[in-house]
């Protein structure tokens, strides 16, 4: 082949493949690609912001993980027990409840609690001593199921735990759950107890055996576990609960007064949170667009060069932003995902082992750091806008 | 294209370009330089025009006027019947996208683009007739074999002939030429030049040099000097001129 015809070749090809693909000269996608260097520390800072408040975000939201996992059997029923010194409920406020419309069953129940690992410390969580019909009704309303070992034996010190349970304190069946030396107990137990049965689902509960509870622990209150005929309803059921039992020698233990009591006093660390956060994207976003600014400057005879052959400063204006977009986009999906990589060997290695709760793929997170590209691309477009504005080609191109 | 609102028709003088008691100032805090002054001129819709003179004679500050890169001081600069001194910006820049081309002194081209790249940045819209054109315009000026390489693989003189080719695509009405060699060796600076001079059958080239060499093929020479422009010259009669730029 003659150099002639190569050299056509290479103007037909080349005239083939950008008609072939559409692609524009000034495509921000082309730029991107083939400076990938010189973009690469704004991407970083965009990758390390993203993951900084993405991760602030998730570990923050593990506190409320904890509470709604930890009490999420609130849903399910509601738990009254005896205020002060008293033993058992009164039988004028077991009537009262009983009164309610919309209760399904009222339960005996006694137990002792154990102690949990969360990011508040130890939490102690009730072991709950019911009967065998009792239980299997209370697990079929928390959608959780036995699947692995047995149910206690009645009388024996013997557990059974939800699989929740079971990882957060690393447990095997044959381990011991609970007993006299238990940290930070709340009502502990005086003997060694078992775990002799796994459950799973949704719900995280425990059981042992009245039997056992009674002749262990004779003085550990009974109290009375109520349940709605419609679930939804158990809210509104525990708020007439309130309402009706004398609240000086009850106290009511529903999703309501347990979770929502501790979101509200955790209210203003999720407030100083959003501020901390708020600032980060601030900064960022100025360091960004600062970054941004510098490119802008490093490319300004390239921008004045494309204003003096007649490009409009609003196209400019779009391919500098659109550059600048996919960069954003590009290093707010690369955050996310190290973030999520990041949180998920975290979760593995530093909360698992301590049996917190975490969700390393937390939608909230993933809000949290949305504003970030548009406030870097918002911010680079206002300060491009404004040197372009004042862009004289001439003085640029010549040094005039 | 449409004419300004402003422009009588009776003055109107049609495809051509010209400049009527233009002034050009600079001010540098207190200090003002005047580049030009009272500049009068008028230009053919083709051919190949010189514009020579000393270094700070205002002959690069004419071109600018006279494309609508910059506003003159004073009077008025009429393309096509439309004063350039009186339109809007954006209306300045659709002008020079559509009728004019530039090659300035430096060989400035997009280092992240091809050379096909940056010739096709010269087309209003990139489409099948635009990418042949380009494919025409890179061929008919011997740089067809650059097409893929990047600026930073071109000499000097190659990447100028890019710029050439840039300029030319849309076909403009007017090329300007801003010390196109001044960068260049004497070979390359005569095959640019030779370039812009085969334009003149397709429109108006005006090549803004110090070098008389370069105007050999010139129709007409406007001589500068001091900012004001002080008369037509030929080729024969600049020949050997030094003037220093």
Request: contains cysteine; aromatic residues 6%; neutral net charge.
């Given at each position: 082949?003659?150099?002639?015809?190569?050299?056509?070749g290479?103007?037909?090809?080349?005239?083939?493949?950008?008609?072939?693909?559409?692609?524009?000269?000034l495509?921000?996608?082309?730029?991107?690609?083939?400076?990938?260097?010189?973009?690469?520390?704004?991407?970083?800072v965009?990758v390390?912001?993203?993951?900084?408040?993405?991760?602030?975000?998730?570990?923050?939201?593990?506190?409320?993980?904890?509470?709604?996992?930890v009490?999420?059997?609130?849903?399910?029923?509601t738990?009254?027990?005896?205020?002060?010194?008293?033993?058992?409920?009164?039988?004028?406020?077991r009537?009262r409840i009983?009164?309610?419309?919309?209760?399904?069953?009222?339960?005996?129940?006694?137990?002792?609690?154990?102690?949990?690992?969360t990011?508040?410390?130890?939490?102690?969580?009730?072991?709950?001593?019911?009967?065998?019909?009792?239980?299997?009704?209370?697990?079929?309303?928390?959608?959780?199921?036995?699947?692995?070992?047995?149910?206690?034996?009645?009388?024996?010190?013997?557990?059974?735990?939800?699989?929740?349970?079971?990882?957060?304190?690393?447990?095997?069946?044959?381990?011991?759950?609970?007993?006299?030396?238990?940290q930070?107990?709340?009502?502990g137990?005086?003997?060694?107890?078992?775990?002799?049965?796994?459950?799973?689902?949704?719900?995280?509960?425990?059981?042992?055996?009245?039997?056992?509870?009674?002749?262990?622990?004779?003085?550990?209150?009974?109290?009375l576990?109520?349940?709605?005929?419609?679930?939804?309803a158990?809210?509104?059921?525990?708020?007439?609960m309130?309402?009706?039992?004398?609240?000086?020698?009850?106290q009511?233990?529903?999703?309501?007064?347990?979770?929502?009591?501790?979101?509200?006093?955790?209210?203003s660390?999720?407030?100083?949170?959003?501020?901390?956060?708020?600032?980060?994207?601030?900064?960022?976003?100025?360091?960004?667009?600062?970054?941004?600014?510098?490119?802008?400057?490093?490319?300004?005879?390239?921008?004045?060069?494309?204003?003096?052959?007649?490009?409009?400063?609003?196209?400019?204006?779009?391919?500098?932003?659109?550059?600048?977009?996919?960069?954003?986009?590009?290093?707010?999906?690369?955050?996310?995902?190290?973030t999520?990589?990041?949180?998920?060997?975290?979760?593995?290695?530093v909360?698992?082992?301590?049996?917190?709760?975490?969700?390393?793929?937390?939608?909230?997170?993933?809000a949290?750091?949305?504003?970030?590209?548009?406030?870097?691309?918002?911010?680079?477009?206002?300060?491009i806008?404004?040197?372009?504005?004042?862009?004289?080609?001439?003085?640029?191109?010549?040094?005039? | 294209?449409?004419?300004?609102?402003?422009?009588?028709?009776?003055?109107?003088?049609?495809?051509?370009?010209?400049?009527?008691?233009?002034?050009?100032?600079?001010?540098?805090?207190?200090?003002?330089?005047?580049?030009?002054?009272?500049?009068?001129?008028?230009?053919?819709?083709?051919?190949?025009?010189?514009?020579?003179?000393?270094?700070?004679?205002?002959?690069?500050?004419?071109?600018?006027?006279?494309?609508?890169?910059?506003?003159?001081?004073?009077?008025?600069?009429?393309?096509?019947g439309?004063?350039?001194?009186?339109?809007?910006?954006?209306?300045?820049?659709?002008?020079r996208?559509?009728h004019?081309?530039f090659?300035?002194?430096?060989?400035w081209?997009?280092?992240w683009?091809?050379?096909?790249?940056?010739?096709?940045?010269?087309?209003?819209?990139?489409?099948?007739?635009?990418?042949?054109?380009?494919?025409?315009?890179?061929?008919?000026?011997?740089?067809?074999?650059?097409?893929?390489?990047?600026?930073?693989?071109?000499?000097?003189?190659?990447?100028?002939?890019?710029?050439?080719a840039?300029?030319?695509?849309?076909?403009?009405?007017?090329?300007?030429?801003?010390?196109?060699?001044?960068?260049?060796?004497?070979?390359?600076?005569?095959?640019?030049?030779?370039?812009?001079?085969?334009?003149?059958?397709?429109?108006?080239?005006?090549v803004?040099?110090?070098d008389?060499?370069?105007?050999?093929?010139?129709?007409?020479?406007?001589?500068?000097?001091?900012?004001?422009?002080l008369?037509?010259?030929?080729?024969?009669?600049?020949a050997?001129v030094?003037l220093?730029?």
């Amino acid at each position: 082949m003659g150099m002639v015809e190569r050299t056509e070749g290479h103007v037909e090809r080349s005239a083939q493949g950008a008609v072939a693909r559409n692609s524009h000269p000034l495509s921000p996608l082309t730029y991107c690609r083939r400076n990938i260097r010189r973009l690469l520390p704004m991407a970083v800072v965009i990758v390390l912001s993203v993951f900084l408040v993405a991760s602030v975000v998730t570990i923050v939201d593990s506190v409320d993980l904890t509470v709604t996992t930890v009490y999420n059997y609130t849903r399910v029923l509601t738990v009254v027990i005896p205020q002060r010194s008293s033993l058992a409920i009164d039988p004028d406020d077991r009537n009262r409840i009983a009164g309610i419309p919309g209760v399904d069953r009222i339960i005996d129940g006694s137990g002792f609690f154990m102690s949990l690992n969360t990011v508040f410390g130890a939490t102690p969580f009730l072991v709950m001593a019911v009967t065998d019909s009792s239980r299997n009704y209370i697990l079929q309303r928390a959608n959780d199921h036995l699947s692995a070992g047995r149910m206690p034996v009645p009388g024996a010190a013997e557990a059974v735990l939800s699989d929740g349970i079971v990882r957060n304190k690393r447990l095997r069946i044959g381990d011991v759950v609970a007993g006299p030396d238990d940290q930070g107990g709340l009502a502990g137990c005086p003997l060694p107890v078992r775990l002799v049965g796994i459950v799973t689902g949704p719900t995280w509960i425990a059981f042992t055996t009245p039997e056992f509870a009674n002749a262990a622990m004779p003085l550990f209150p009974r109290h009375l576990i109520v349940t709605a005929k419609d679930q939804d309803a158990l809210p509104a059921i525990s708020s007439r609960m309130l309402a009706v039992v004398n609240r000086s020698k009850v106290q009511v233990l529903s999703y309501r007064t347990l979770v929502e009591q501790i979101r509200t006093t955790l209210d203003s660390m999720y407030l100083i949170m959003s501020l901390v956060n708020a600032m980060v994207i601030l900064v960022v976003a100025l360091m960004s667009g600062m970054l941004s600014n510098i490119y802008f400057t490093q490319r300004l005879t390239e921008f004045a060069l494309l204003s003096a052959i007649g490009i409009r400063r609003s196209t400019l204006l779009w391919h500098a932003v659109s550059e600048t977009a996919v960069v954003t986009s590009i290093g707010w999906l690369a955050g996310m995902i190290v973030t999520w990589i990041l949180m998920a060997l975290m979760k593995e290695s530093v909360f698992e082992r301590r049996g917190m709760l975490i969700n390393p793929h937390d939608v909230m997170a993933l809000a949290y750091t949305v504003p970030i590209p548009f406030i870097i691309t918002a911010f680079a477009m206002a300060t491009i806008f404004i040197r372009l504005a004042k862009l004289d080609p001439v003085t640029i191109i010549e040094r005039r | 294209m449409s004419v300004g609102s402003e422009t009588d028709a009776s003055e109107r003088i049609t495809d051509d370009l010209s400049a009527a008691g233009v002034g050009l100032a600079y001010h540098d805090g207190d200090t003002r330089t005047d580049a030009l002054i009272d500049v009068n001129v008028t230009l053919p819709s083709t051919g190949f025009i010189g514009v020579m003179g000393p270094s700070g004679s205002g002959k690069s500050s004419l071109l600018y006027v006279l494309s609508g890169l910059k506003r003159p001081t004073t009077g008025d600069v009429r393309y096509r019947g439309e004063n350039l001194a009186r339109a809007s910006s954006s209306r300045l820049t659709a002008l020079r996208r559509a009728h004019f081309g530039f090659v300035f002194q430096q060989p400035w081209l997009l280092g992240w683009q091809t050379a096909w790249e940056n010739v096709l940045d010269g087309a209003p819209d990139v489409d099948e007739r635009a990418c042949e054109r380009a494919a025409r315009v890179m061929k008919d000026l011997g740089i067809a074999a650059f097409a893929r390489k990047m600026p930073s693989q071109l000499s000097g003189g190659e990447k100028q002939r890019v710029c050439v080719a840039r300029a030319m695509l849309n076909r403009p009405k007017v090329i300007f030429a801003d010390e196109p060699t001044a960068s260049l060796d004497h070979h390359n600076g005569h095959l640019v030049v030779d370039m812009l001079a085969r334009y003149r059958q397709e429109g108006l080239v005006i090549v803004v040099t110090h070098d008389a060499e370069m105007l050999q093929d010139a129709d007409r020479i406007l001589v500068m000097r001091d900012g004001r422009a002080l008369g037509w010259s030929t080729p024969s009669q600049t020949a050997g001129v030094a003037l220093g730029g």
